[in-house]
């Protein structure tokens, strides 16, 4: 605390106690300490991610029947354990020991040899041991409730995984897309593709790629994509193209999107393209594809991300001619829940850290987390971090719900605008709140073999992967447009029943659904204003990151009220909500974010003293 600023003068902004001031004697054993090297700062101490975490197995345990819970809460123990012990040091040798390509053998054959570190297989054998993917799959579990068992298990993961959990996204959506589509039933590849992709025995278990970026556009698939196919017969064809950001290429197999021609013709635009099953490697070589070079990325360095020329890839065309984009979106939308399972998951692991940090560190005369200043800057970052962590069960309670076949109408409508929501919100929120949680260890954030940078590195990424904040944006304006505006209906009738809630609440909650209630009336009073306007829907466009962060901030808070509202509820779950609805505020919508006037505005501003003949 600080000194009583009155009786001893000092500064308000000195920290320092006055009683580190007095004068204290050394003997020259002390000081000579200095020669043998006493230097050393305590290292902050990982907890196990399950036991330590303040709200997921309280969350966790209202959201799953208590039979169901003890098994889940069995499992995810003794994974924390294993995280601590053995997982996490895994992860960090991955990280020292990038990938590599070796693209020529010393004669000059063309051998294209992908080097990865003993770690990350170790890594990806451990994955399915667990059962990562199989959990999510697994028929002999309740389907409602396995991927809450699951997406919980890959969020203790992720930070632990040397980004093995990227691999693991995309198995998880290529399984998901070969189950969605019923692609086992009418072709045997996939039927093997989808037990390998889910299947536990490290020795048999698959990974998937994820093949969509090109050169011409990686949010922009239909305009920019360059990949030919060139049937061979029925189903058959061979793929030329090159793919320009292609994830963990040390995949088993891979879905991918090409143009087929059709007697010499081929369609442009998104319509124009089909989704592709192929395998990377066919005995043991590879498949009419080259790896060009690795990527030299700012972060997921453990990753093996690289260019592929397709040079006559083998692949089976899986869906109906022009309904790649689609048939693909499966994938898109399970990477989307995995991505903002990652983007929290850091926030939870500089959170924890800080945190353990903060009770061994010294400054001024105190441990760190006696400093209010401090202090206020880790209950900030614990309180985004819950938020994030219900926003994203949240949508994954919602998938349960959806592949056990017991979601109603609404919930099915939510789960649809959630994921772009969740993915988005979480991607934004947490590349500031990391930056903060580094800085919480001063210079030692920003010092390489702590392993904290990385963090920061790693997460800047969940922002752009899997579709961009304002990608992401227009697929919440897709989902309006698809629905009618009825999914944004069953978003404002959730927020409300959350809110009525509150209301039976203390005063405390009460506000804080006082809060909620006027943030959503603004974001629907503002909507309801733009649908009036005469360049409606274009209008919507503008303002389609205002929407969809605003409805992010109202349902992560709305959450928080809810996890609040429960009869099990402790003080801070809602001093939590308060905080977040009220201290903040939800709605950041006007109509000011659908004005068209504002572009000449923001043309003007953005390129003022730019070379003008250039536009
Ligand atoms: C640890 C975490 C790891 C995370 C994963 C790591 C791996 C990372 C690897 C990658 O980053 S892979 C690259 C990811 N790329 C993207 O996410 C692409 C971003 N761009 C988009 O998402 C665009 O919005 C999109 C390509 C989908 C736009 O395509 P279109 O064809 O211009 O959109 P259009 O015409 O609106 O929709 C075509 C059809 O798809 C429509 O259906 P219908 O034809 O039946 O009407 C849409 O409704 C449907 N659709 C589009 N998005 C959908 C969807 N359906 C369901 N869900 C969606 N999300």
Not at 354 to 382: C, M, Q
Not at 417 to 439: N, Q, R, Y
């Amino acid at each position: 605390m600080i000194a009583n600023k009155t009786t001893t003068n000092v500064p308000i902004y000195r920290l320092r106690n006055i009683i580190c001031s007095t004068s204290t004697r050394m003997s020259s054993s002390d000081y000579k300490h200095a020669k043998t090297g006493k230097f050393t700062q305590p290292a902050p101490v990982l907890e196990n991610p399950f036991t330590s975490d303040p709200i997921l197995s309280r969350a966790l345990k209202r959201l799953i029947p208590q039979q169901e819970f003890v098994k889940v809460s069995t499992d995810l123990t003794k994974f924390g354990e294993r995280i601590v012990n053995e997982i996490d040091q895994l992860g960090h040798e991955a990280e020292i020991q990038p990938p590599q390509i070796q693209q020529f053998d010393a004669w000059g054959n063309r051998i294209d040899k992908l080097i990865v570190a003993p770690a990350w297989n170790r890594l990806k054998e451990i994955s399915a041991e667990e059962g990562l993917i199989s959990i999510g799959y697994d028929k002999s579990t309740d389907p409602e409730y396995r991927r809450l068992h699951q997406m919980s298990k890959l969020y203790m993961f992720h930070p632990a995984s040397g980004l093995v959990t990227c691999p693991l996204a995309m198995t998880d959506g290529a399984a998901k897309t070969i189950d969605e589509l019923k692609l086992g039933e009418k072709f045997p590849e996939c039927k093997e593709a989808f037990e390998r992709l889910t299947s536990r025995d490290p020795q048999n278990a698959w990974t998937s790629g994820q093949w969509m970026t090109e050169k011409g556009g990686g949010s922009d698939v239909g305009g920019g994509t360059d990949t030919y196919a060139e049937k061979v017969d029925g189903s058959n064809y061979t793929l030329h193209g090159y793919k320009w950001f292609s994830s963990a290429i040390d995949a088993d197999m891979s879905l991918t999107l090409a143009r087929s021609i059709e007697n010499g013709q081929v369609q442009t635009g998104s319509r124009g393209l089909s989704l592709f099953y192929l395998r990377v490697r066919n005995n043991g070589q590879l498949n009419g594809l080259q790896m060009m070079r690795l990527k030299n990325k700012l972060g997921t360095r453990q990753l093996p991300t690289a260019e592929l020329l397709l040079d006559g890839v083998k692949a089976i065309k899986v869906s109906e001619e022009g309904r790649g984009v689609p048939s693909i979106a499966n994938m898109l939308n399970i990477t989307r829940v995995h991505n903002a399972i990652a983007s929290v998951a850091g926030m939870r692991r500089i959170v924890s850290l800080a945190r353990d940090y903060s009770t061994r560190r010294i400054a001024f005369g105190n441990t760190l987390y006696k400093w209010p200043l401090h202090l206020k800057v880790l209950a900030d970052l614990e309180i985004k971090t819950r938020a994030g962590l219900l926003l994203t069960l949240e949508s994954t309670r919602l998938l349960g719900k959806q592949e056990g076949g017991r979601s109603s109408e609404q919930e099915s409508l939510l789960l649809r605008l959630i994921t772009p929501i969740a993915k988005l919100h979480t991607g934004k929120v947490c590349v500031p709140a990391i930056s903060e949680g580094i800085e919480c260890f001063g210079g030692q954030g920003y010092i390489e073999d702590t392993g904290l940078p990385g963090i920061l590195r790693d997460t800047q990424v969940t922002a752009i992967w899997e579709g961009t904040t304002n990608v992401l944006s227009l697929d919440v304006l897709r989902v309006f447009a698809t629905t009618k505006f009825a999914a944004a209906k069953a978003f404002a009738d959730r927020i409300k029943e959350i809110i009525s809630k509150a209301k039976n609440g203390d005063e405390k909650l009460q506000k804080t659904g006082e809060a909620l209630e006027n943030a959503l009336n603004q974001l629907l009073g503002t909507l309801k204003t733009a649908q009036k306007s005469s360049d409606f829907p274009q209008n919507l466009q503008r303002g389609a990151r205002d929407i969809s962060m605003t409805m992010g901030n109202i349902y992560s808070g709305a959450l928080l009220t809810e996890f609040a509202a429960h009869p099990d509820a402790f003080d801070n779950d809602r001093e939590v909500a308060y905080r977040y609805c009220v201290n903040q505020k939800l709605a950041t919508i006007s109509l000011n974010s659908f004005d068209s006037s504002n572009d000449s505005i923001d043309k003007s501003i953005v390129f003022e003293n730019y070379k003008a003949s250039k536009l």
